[in-house]
């Protein structure tokens, strides 16, 4: 038990993190930031990791957390385990997880008080549609509100109360840019002009050739107005298409395209497997994945498509499911550069504001890290790449900190 289509958070949920959009423009918060570690597959392990994550939320001297994951069975064994590491050090929480029917807790403790349940499917049961079960704004809203509450109530905030005190203060920024795009095409040079994406050709042949974990890729747009009845290989994820502009992830200045995302799918070479963690989401297109979701493509957006044929036995590997990561990001990294020179359309500001006067709440993500089809990479070289990024699993699934600009501008890349 682990982790299916239907609740998996892809690179583009984690880029647009509904917690995190809402958190950081709640004025009456002081939003210190996310915790973010990994599920361990040993149990010492899983302590190991909620004691760091209970100390750490300690010395942030949080009053509060919303803990989220996107597993369920025995990777609930993390999530409680944190809320009760939280609770120890008198930091109430709110979880988030699916649950549903088929989701029910398999362990808990007397600090597991408050879990909102996201689940949406009305059998109550874990799906194959990408984005059907997804953590969405008003599960957002619910738990920052219940926690609130919770704060207020705690003995801990109550004693320490009478010390909150000082002015706002705007410790940190980060800008969006983003380039409109409404047509897309393959030519002889990577290109934007105007509102046009050019793709070249051949920009993914040598890369096939130099890496032989991966037989074949094949990439393609699918348009707004192109039929979405078709056949796809299981998800692997889905992606923004940003770049730098200024400064380092979690601060400055980033270019994002919009109206275009990407999407991976992948199968294997003879013998057919698709890739996945519980339950493939291979199938036609529109009844795999629920678009318009913080972790899908709008409905309105076109689709760059990555279609990957693993080598056989390669899509049950950790190293061939980041290669087909790892190209994807090369591709995007050549789009990147025509992205410097494009043409602005409007911008989106994210303000980060310590408030001393006001409680301190932060966030608990609960990642993929056991490796294969259930993994996470964070600190990539660009925005919601992996290129430069480390695994969670490689450093043992410990926790650690990230601002929430650095959150909102792709430091955390799904390998699921």
Known sequence: MGLGPSIKMTTLHHYNCPITRRLI??????????????????????????????????ELRLDGAIVAIDGWGNHHIDFINVIEQLGIHDIPSVGLSYIGLQGRLV??????????????????YESCVVGQNNLTDMDAYKAIQILKSKVRKSFAFKKRQSELSGTDKIIGSLRRNYISISTAQFGDNTSITGEKLTIRTEIVAPLVAAEPRIRDCHISFLLPHDSKHIHINSNLDFMPIACKEEGVIGMGV????????????????????????????????DE???????????????????????EEGE??????????????DRVLNEIRQSMKSASISHSEDFIMTSRP?????????ICSGLGNMYDTAVFPAQPAGILGAYTTREK???????????????????LI
């Open 288 to 310: 795999r994945v629920c678009f318009d979701q913080a972790g899908t493509s709008r409905s309105t957006d076109i689709i760059l498509h990555f279609d990957f044929l693993f």
């Open 25 to 58: 423009n709640d004025t009456e918060v002081d939003f210190v930031g996310i915790i973010e570690n990994g599920v361990s597959e040993n149990f010492d392990a899983k302590v190991a990791t909620a004691v760091s994550t209970g100390e750490l939320g300690s």
């Open 357 to 365: 006067s006001k409680m301190r709440l932060g966030l608990v993500k």
């Open 254 to 285: 980033t270019r994002q395209l919009e109206g275009v995302s990407v999407m991976l799918n992948g199968v294997e070479y003879g013998s057919g497997f698709q890739p996945a963690n519980i339950g493939s989401s291979e199938g036609i297109l």
């Open 107 to 124: 362990a808990t403790n007397p600090y597991v008080e408050t879990i909102i349940d996201f689940n949406k499917e009305v059998s109550g």
């Open 315 to 328: 899509g049950r590997t950790s190293e061939g499911i980041q290669a087909a990561h790892e190209m994807a």
């Open 396 to 414: 043992d699934n410990k926790p650690v900190f990230m601002t929430p600009c650095e959150v909102l501008d792709g430091e955390i890349h799904s």
